[in-house]
């Protein structure tokens, strides 16, 4: 029963003091976040794993390859501990090193690896946060970078400066979202399918190619459409309609607003009151906005309730597992990156850290 889960996590969070930090990503649902000693979007969580040397466990309330990114940044003797080792992502199950590796050696086979006379490679690799670890050692041993939603123009910004063009994966709306937002034009960001030989194109549409786009999407934001933005205007003309960049390109051109899960949280906080929102992004973070601005009309763009099925999956009996564990002098379901590649990610992940958000 939740009263006794309750007091069971409480008890053993009060006998573990400050040996625990508890991170929570901000689409977890409240049975989770109220044990968070902080809530964020991934690039903030990625920061806090780094900001508390004094713990002597990180226990992480979100999806497998955050836990990695935060075992890439904690310290080496500080296990990153993921309460439900179910808990993935289908997106970054999208893309995986071999197929990386035979899109790498097709784009190297088109564009050849010299630099041009400003010194800029062919492709610079990017990869979002949602990606497995040794994809992230790709990018970093290839003279790439990490990205998230909140500092992707950035990242894209700090890639176009080093190379030619970007192999951005594995979320493609992400990836293109972006780029058409910094004058990238979109016949220039072929979508690359992983199954196919040069991905389904032909040579001469790699060529002229700005961004190579992975074909990865969300399953949640996928879900969001033009349709229910023309519904939520039906019903209030005045609503500020919100959505995440991993929606699809046509979502976010019919939208008000496009912006991170960090983006949609500052609009909010900064909102007058009375303001009406439809926002489109994952439902805990939604419903949690309205809970905290209740002088705020807030609705999520999917009138069919939309939770990530994988962050779902931190239930608090895990949680009171894996903290009842530590108790007992136990590491459960502790995420390690392997060493083979974790030198590499960590490059990609302190460039990203180092362009900041
Ligand atoms: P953020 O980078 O905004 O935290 O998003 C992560 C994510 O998985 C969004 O679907
Ligand atoms: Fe992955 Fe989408 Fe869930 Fe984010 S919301 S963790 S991208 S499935």
Redesign the pocket.
């Known amino acids: 029963p939740a009263d006794e889960l309750d007091r069971r996590i409480r008890t053993a969070r009060q006998t573990l003091g400050s040996r625990v930090t508890i991170l929570g ?3 977890q649902r409240d049975e989770i976040v109220q044990y968070a000693d902080f809530v964020g ?3 903030q969580l990625a920061q806090q794993s780094q900001q508390h040397p004094e713990a002597e466990f990180v226990v992480f309330c979100g ?1 497998h390859f955050m836990a990695e990114t935060a075992d890439l940044l904690t310290t080496d003797d500080q296990p990153v501990i993921l309460p439900n080792l179910a808990a993935g ?1 289908s ?1 970054a199950d999208m893309a995986d090193i071999d197929a990386v590796q035979a899109c790498w050696e097709q784009l190297e086979a088109v564009y050849g690896t010299e630099p041009d006379a400003d010194g800029r490679v062919p492709v610079i690799p990017v990869t979002y ?2 990606s497995a670890a040794n994809l992230k050692g790709f990018c970093g041993e290839h003279g790439g970078i990490v990205c ?3 500092n992707a123009r950035e990242v894209l910004e700090w890639a176009f400066e080093r190379g030619q063009r970007v192999l951005f994966f594995p979320d493609q709306h992400l990836g293109r979202n972006t780029a058409k937002a910094m004058g990238v034009d979109v016949a220039d960001m072929p979508l690359w399918d992983p199954r196919k030989p040069r991905g389904g194109n032909s040579e001469e549409s790699l060529r002229d190619a700005r961004v190579v786009l992975w074909r990865g999407w ?1 399953s ?2 996928q879900r969001f459409t033009v349709d229910q933005i023309a519904q939520a205007r039906a019903k209030n003309p005045d609503v500020r309609v919100i959505v ?1 960049p ?1 929606c699809p390109m046509e979502v976010v051109d019919a939208a008000d607003e496009a912006g ?3 983006y949609i949280q500052l609009a909010i906080d900064a909102a007058q009151p009375g303001e009406a929102f439809a926002v489109g992004t ?1 439902i805990n973070m939604v419903r949690r906005l309205a809970d905290t601005r209740p002088d705020l009309t807030i609705e999520c763009l999917d009138p069919v309730v939309c939770p ?1 099925s994988t962050m779902y999956r931190i239930h608090p009996a895990y949680l009171a597992w894996v903290l009842e564990s530590l108790v007992e002098g136990r590491v459960v379901n502790q995420v390690s990156v392997d060493p083979v590649v974790a030198g590499h990610a960590r490059t990609a992940v302190e460039r990203m850290l180092a362009v900041g958000a």
């Open positions: 990503h901000a689409y979007d991934s690039f999806v992502c997106m946060m949602n998230t939603s909140s969300c949640v934001h995440h991993e991170s899960t960090r994952e990530c």
